[in-house]
């Protein structure tokens, strides 16, 4: 479904991501994990052409999208949750999610979507004048996955979606994104700092140390490899 | 008692409906690209010389003037943009760059305004719009001209944010003004709703401009005399608020008008001073409250909604759920 | 900046030919005139500075600065118009003669009486410009130039080594102000007027366009700037005067607005194909420079990063 291969990416003339190869299947679920400034971010705004590719190439779905502007990567049904400002803050619940749907033409499919999407994450029903900047951090993240939902994405990639939120609230968010993969039959490609957690839910990762592709392999693979743990994933992981 | 207090309100309500026209499209223009346009009073002086031409073709024909100077005005902010600004902001320059950039812009209109009006013999020329009186109202008359500004005022306003509530169009320019980067990979086509931004912008500097210059002289300097003026409405709206711009052009027409009698009737203030006022207007604000006196980025619908609800049985704000 | 001290009305026409009869009878008032002319010119700009400076260094968005000054210009200009009593109003000040105008009674009529005083009046303002030139170029190689330049650069990283930021920008702009207020002095006692009108926003851009052609924040690229925006302007007026004997319908004025237009036409091309100019900014030379210059000194301390050992001095340059 989409496949990377030996990219070199980065912003202005700095490289960070060095020599990434990386394929996802249709229906996986993947977890990106690794430690702080390993390039998770940078790699997977590479993918929706927010950075300089120098090398390297990226098909998705058997289209070649290396360098497309992001406006036409967006078109291509391929939905992404930004880790910081994923929502519109000055514009109501509702138009966020319109909004996020801008590039389905047919009104009853994009009626069709939002009720699903509103089925998800019922708290979005019950507040849809609320402007987005006002609802609180939990509900900001559900609201950022619906609104990319909105645009009927074959891949979702999410970075780090659940930062900056209450324990209890960010396993509430992750069991949601099982549920999309399942009934939406969307493919996953997630970024985790709780690599264990991101793991548990992934059937295959990607370990990646700074810009370049560790370990890949199915989670077992990766907690079974002791060494990888203890250098790059911190000991309380396992 | 008073007599000149009558003439002098409506004066303001006059001046003050043709900046809440034009200031809106400045306030546009920094919501969504935020850029401090200083050439934006420059389609005020393009709008007076359309409608000078248009009505000695049309007179009286206030539709066809008003259009024309309205569709000139956006053509030519729109190949400012292309020519000038887009550029520019592709290559996310800082913002010194751009202001200094629509101070060229403005410098190179305004002069070939100058360039033209010599050459054609208009450097000061008149509309063809007769100017009659409608209604006296103590010794004062409310003459066509102050009707039509008022009205245009209030209905641009309307539009306007029935446009930006309602359309998708509108919908996602508040959401290139809101989140810029987020729009782009949302799938919304940026470059084509900054042209339609740019469109409005231009296009209602103009028709302001047109209705200006049927109540005063038009001149080459018409639109950057105002300059300042706008400046100081779109800075007491906090730059982005479409509500506070509607406020601001008010206060700065009172403060222009009835402010200004009131310190020559009773001050003994020359009137050779009345630029001032905003000046000083500018000067407090920036000093004081940076952010405006409206609160920004609300539009004048979620506005009255909360007022609304404050007045009805919930009187609070539904408050961020804590977690 | 004016220096008119006649008692009564300075304004009227008599007034006007006795300060010129007075200037050609007695050399040394002349030129003491026009020596405390300058020096209160240079008080009263850097006055103004100081007092633009205030506001415009406590505003929050970066342009708001450029609108203060703005501001701050046509309110000046709008007081003078208006009030008849400081430089009689909008009509202005004539009748003011360069001090060396009582030159002209050593030579007999003809163009030498004339070109003589303006002549070496010229030099000394070309003598003064050099002047303000080394002065400005010491400014910029000095530590206190890097210090400006690391102001500009990163304000926050400056107060965080215990720069006062909003002092040294109060500091700059007073010194910009002054020598603004010398040049006007010098240009009135040039062309002999003085009325508000004359200092219009647009001269403001030319000197812009002068500055961002030449380079920013270059000295040496200034020259060059202002001598190629002067030059045109000459040059059109020359033009202008050469193309109305050729063609009689031509309107004189249109020289003065295309002029404009061209300036304007330049400044967006930099903007757009080349922000840095004709002479992009250079490194400041100072002794900071040299002492951590590790090819040339390698008894400095020992480096972290030797990589970073020449750009120490230039750090500030960006």
Redesign the interface.
Known sequence: MLEIRNLISGYGKLAIIQDVSFKVDEGDFVALVGPNGSGKSTLVKSI?G?TNIFEGSITFQGTNITRWK??K???MKLG?V?QL???????TVS?NL???G??IRDEDQRRHLRDRVVELFPILKS?P???AG??????RQMLAVG?ALM?EPRLLILDEPTAA??PI?AEQLLQRLVEIREKMNVTIVLVEQNARKALSLANRGLVLVQGKSAFQGTPDQISQDKDIIRLFLGELAI | MLEWLAGSILLSLFNGSIYVVVSLGLTLTLAVVKLPNFAHAEFLTIGGYVGVIVSSAYPDNLLVIGAAAFLFCAAIALAVHRVAFKPLMDRKVSIYILVLASFAVAQFIRYGVFSWASVAGVLSATQNIKVYSLATLYNTELTNVYALAIVLAILISVLLELFLKLT?MG??M??I???F??????????PRVVDVMWIIAGGLGGLGGMVFGIYTTVTPVLGFNTLLDIFAVVIIAGLTSFTGTIIGGYIVGFSQNTLMDFLHYYFDVSFGYQPLLPFALIIIILLLKPTGLAPS?QTGL?LI?RFARRSSSNPKE?E???? | MLSGTAVGNICNVSAMLSRESIALAYPAISVSVWVIGLAFAMLAGGIMGLVVSYPALRVKEEWFLSMILLVGGETFRIVVTNTPQIGCGFNGLAGITTPFYWLSSYFPSGPLQAEVPTGLYAAVIVALALGCFVFAQKICNSPYGRLLKSIRDDKVAAESLAKDVSRVRKQIMVIGSVMAGLAGALYVYYIGVATPEDYIPALTFSIWVMMILGGFANNRGLLVGTFVITMLDRGSLVSGILLQSYLANLNPNLIVYGRYMVEAVILLLLLVFRQKGIFPETRIKTKAYTLFDFKKNNNAEPSNSPGEGPQTGGAASG
Request: net charge positive; hydrophobic share 35%; no cysteine.
């Open positions: 929706l927010l992001p406006e990567i967006a078109k992404y930004p400002a994923n929502v519109f803050p000055d514009l138009e319109e909004l996020g801008v590039t507040r004048r609320q402007r006002l609802l609180s951090g939990g509900e609104r645009a939120l209450a609230v | 998708t919908k996602s508040r959401a003004a809101s989140n980067d987020l729009a782009r990979i949302s799938g919304i086509n940026v980025s979620s909604r539904p961020p759920p804590k977690e």
